[in-house]
């Protein structure tokens, strides 16, 4: 019998049902203890044939569509014994939710890959893809410390196989997280190497925006210590660096950050000047690019004492970002400079 007559007596036996005709069509069991029933009365080794088939159809048909399935064809390699193969696919599947804003199907793609990952693996740049994943994709709403632990074992184990780029990522990442849990380069061995090799990686693969990195950081710490001048100073030169080389989330992100500074000092017109700069830029970015340009306005406005413009500029940004996931953006969101690690 051919497909289409088997599909036919399981739909008219009740067995089964149509999901979708459109963009293809789908069956599914009408029920899941009937799933459950046919599933279990294969012999497990049938069951681990069907899936590496099911898995190889799916490359062999749909070969534009592999990073879209590919969460699809992990669980058909893993079902089949492949981990190989299956953390290989987890790796785009994370990767495509990252472009999707599914943050947190992301890390769970991430952190299955590296359970995955035989420990003799030679596939350094695939370790360290789904690291820089889960630090990427889960900042905002998981420990700070495995993601830690992960990008550091990499980094060790692999960090002179990798490639280039990516570990310059990883070191940022390192940077960054250790920066987002309290610590600072000047207390902090650990950060400073880090932040260390993130610029020295960096200008070896001709990232205009290495050097800025440093500055960026130690900028936005002095700004929210108090040091305002010399956070000013530092994240004005950061942000020469940037412009024109960087993406707009960057630029907007590191602009805002110093109009913020420049409004705190008192010195306003810097402050305009900044975001007036600036704007261009973030209007050639995305919702988030054009978002942080506001939250930077409203700040400028309430230290200026327009109480009325600003509260209503704040209140509209508020809104704003409750129609974008909450995950993705916060004020040290994933902007300057670490969005251009966004793939």
Not at 170 to 187: D, H, I, N, Q, S
Request: charged share 25%; proline share 3%; aromatic share 6%.
């Amino acid at each position: 019998m051919s497909a289409n007559a088997d599909l036919g007596t399981l739909e008219a036996s009740g067995l089964i049902q149509v999901a979708a005709v459109q963009p293809e069509l789908e069956y599914l069991f009408r029920h899941a203890l009937v799933q459950d029933a046919a599933y279990s009365s294969l012999l497990k080794q049938d069951r681990r044939s069907l899936h590496q088939l099911a898995a190889e159809t799916l490359l062999a048909i749909y070969p534009d569509r592999q990073r879209e399935l590919a969460a699809v064809i992990a669980m058909h390699f893993e079902q089949a014994g492949d981990s190989a193969r299956a953390a290989e696919h987890l790796v785009v599947a994370g990767e495509h939710a990252v472009e999707r804003f599914a943050t947190r199907e992301a890390v769970s793609s991430f952190a299955r890959a590296l359970e995955l990952l035989p420990a003799d693996d030679s596939r350094v740049d695939l370790r360290m893809r789904a690291a820089i994943g889960i630090a990427r994709a889960g900042w905002t709403f998981t420990g700070l410390g495995g993601a830690i632990d992960a990008l550091e074992r990499v980094l060790a184990t692999g960090g002179d196989k990798a490639d280039r780029r990516l570990v310059a990522d990883a070191y940022f990442w390192v940077a960054f997280l250790r920066r987002m849990r309290g610590e600072t380069p000047e207390k902090n061995p650990e950060m400073r190497h880090a932040l260390e090799q993130a610029e020295v990686v960096g200008a070896e693969i001709g990232d205009p925006a290495a050097h800025a990195i440093p500055k960026a950081f130690m900028g936005a710490g002095a700004m929210f210590n108090g040091e305002l001048r010399k956070g000013a100073q530092l994240l004005s030169e950061a942000l020469e660096e940037m412009l024109g080389t960087s993406d707009p989330l960057s630029t907007a992100l590191l602009s805002g950050l110093l109009a913020m500074t420049y409004a705190r000092l008192g010195d306003f017109a810097a402050a305009e000047s900044v975001l007036a700069r600036s704007r261009f830029i973030a209007e050639q970015g995305d919702e988030i690019a054009r978002l942080d340009q506001m939250i930077a306005r409203s700040d400028l406005l309430l230290e200026r004492g327009d109480i009325e413009e600003g509260s209503a500029l704040a209140f509209e940004c508020a809104a704003s970002s409750e129609e974008l996931p909450w995950e993705r953006h916060a004020w040290l969101g994933e902007g300057a400079p670490w969005r251009r690690f966004r793939r």
